[in-house]
């Protein structure tokens, strides 16, 4: 009996997952955290452990399905900012479903990888753990003037003068940073001043991540006017097994350290191993980010049930889940190992159908109206999640995020709202400068 409650609630979150992942901006976390809320006012109607098959299911299927909003809409979140690009230039060569299946192969990929590599790394784990536990915040330094640094050169360096052509050079450097600081600054407010309403605190981050990262993609597609091209479905996809081993490597490394390191996302550990192992196909691009923010995601809450490393607490599913749920026995950790590969596999022939769906729909319906139907559900979303005062916030961040836009810089310098702030608090610095800017 308890293998058909098992069964259901792994059903369950892979097929409500599936649903919702084609919600523009709507994250999974978000999704949690009013289950969260509820189930907390109500625990003796379900046990824990089918709460946590449930939110293994969630996010296995999110993190697999929700790039389709990315790839056919321009809203990505922080993870799959990557795809974007490649994909869309897929979507405009009329192999958009292509682009899908390759990204769906990536996230079948990283679960394959949790199976193999999970259970011989307990003891690497733990002491790669230990190892750079006392020098995170430096790391994390590193990582964030990498991101700045990544950007040049990026000019066409036309300028007839030597001050022109180093002009064009600093732009998209100069705009990276800019964003990267103006990110920072919001996140170092949001995570700090109780700007929502108390019941709504919780949902603090989720207006500022779709003013920077889903809102200026809808409205560059409201201005460009883009007309889609009709989309080839084809039974197979131009991809080898080279192509998928060389994309797994750097989505496992790159998800991996992700998974790991605190505040670190998949979209930067993607940057990272993409540049450590020099990609320049594609193919391999697009699956390895798959696998990444798979890693990212899935690996980061599979390290909870490992007892080994004494249930370590990566991301905001498992910090939901901590205060309620403990894995005792290797016996948890083989189960969640199981509710993953089902829920990988369901989802992966999920991603199919709803990819064609997601064709029709752009190509059926004038895509500028999508983009702009779009941006009322962001507006909509927002508003029902963090009221009126989450508007307000989401409409700065896309103001900063319309900058490497407009710059063409890199978006994921976005991602200051979190290494800003996570830095400063890991060198010690964080109250000081909280203290320094006013903001407490």
Not at 15 to 38: E, K, Q, R, T
Not at 128 to 156: D, M, Q, R
Not at 258 to 264: D, F, H, I, K, Y
Request: some cysteine; glycine content about 10%.
């Amino acid at each position: 009996m308890e293998f058909i409650y098992l069964l259901f609630w792994t059903l369950l979150g892979t097929l409500i997952a599936g649903v919702l992942s084609l919600i523009p901006a709507l994250h999974v976390y978000n999704v949690v955290g009013f289950f969260i809320l509820w189930w907390g006012a109500h625990l003796d109607l379900i046990p824990a452990v089918y709460v946590a098959v449930f939110f293994m299911a969630l996010v296995v299927s999110w993190s697999i399905i929700n790039t389709l909003p990315a790839l056919f809409l321009g809203a990505p979140d922080e993870s799959a900012m990557f795809v974007v690009l490649p994909g869309q230039k897929y979507m405009l060569q009329g192999k958009g479903y292509e682009a899908a299946v390759l990204t769906g192969i990536g996230g079948i990929s990283g679960i394959v990888a949790l199976w193999v590599l999970f259970p011989f790394s307990f003891r690497l784990m733990k002491y790669v753990k230990n190892l750079i536990s006392p020098h995170l915040f430096w790391i994390l330094g590193l990582i964030i003037v990498y991101i700045i640094a990544s950007e040049w050169p990026k000019a066409t360096l036309r300028a007839k003068t030597a001050l022109g052509r180093t002009l064009e050079g600093l732009k998209s450097c100069g705009a990276g940073l800019l964003t990267l600081i103006l990110s920072g600054f919001l996140g170092l407010m949001v995570m700090n001043r109780t700007l929502l309403p108390v019941e709504k605190a919780f949902q603090s981050l989720m207006p500022a991540f779709v003013g920077l990262f889903a809102v200026p993609w809808v409205i560059t597609n409201i201005i460009s006017r883009t007309e889609i091209p009709k989309q080839y479905i084809g039974n197979s996809v131009d991809v080898g097994f080279s192509h998928i081993v060389k994309g797994t490597v750097a989505g496992v490394l790159g998800g991996g350290f992700a998974a790991l390191m605190p505040g670190v996302t998949g979209g930067v550990g993607g940057l990272l191993s993409g540049h450590a192992l020099a990609q320049r196909d594609e193919r391999i691009f697009v699956l390895s980010q798959g696998v990444s923010k798979t890693l990212y995601y899935v690996g980061a809450f599979l390290l909870f049930f490992i007892v080994p490393l004494n249930h370590l607490t990566r991301g905001g599913l498992a910090w939901m889940l901590k205060p309620y749920y403990t894995a005792y026995t290797i016996a948890d950790y083989w189960r969640i190992m199981a509710v993953m590969a089902i829920s990988g596999g369901l989802s992966f022939l999920l991603l199919l159908p709803l990819s064609r769906f997601m064709i029709k729909l752009i190509t059926r319906v004038n895509y500028r109206l999508v983009s702009i139907i779009t941006t009322f559900i962001l507006f909509a979303i927002v508003l029902a999640m963090a009221s009126w005062m989450g508007l307000l916030i989401m409409l700065v961040a896309t103001c900063i995020g319309l900058v490497p836009v407009m710059w063409h810089s890199r978006r994921m310098n976005c991602l200051g709202i979190l290494l800003i702030p996570m830095f400063l608090n890991m060198a010690g610095l964080g109250v000081p400068v909280l203290h320094f800017l006013k903001i407490i």
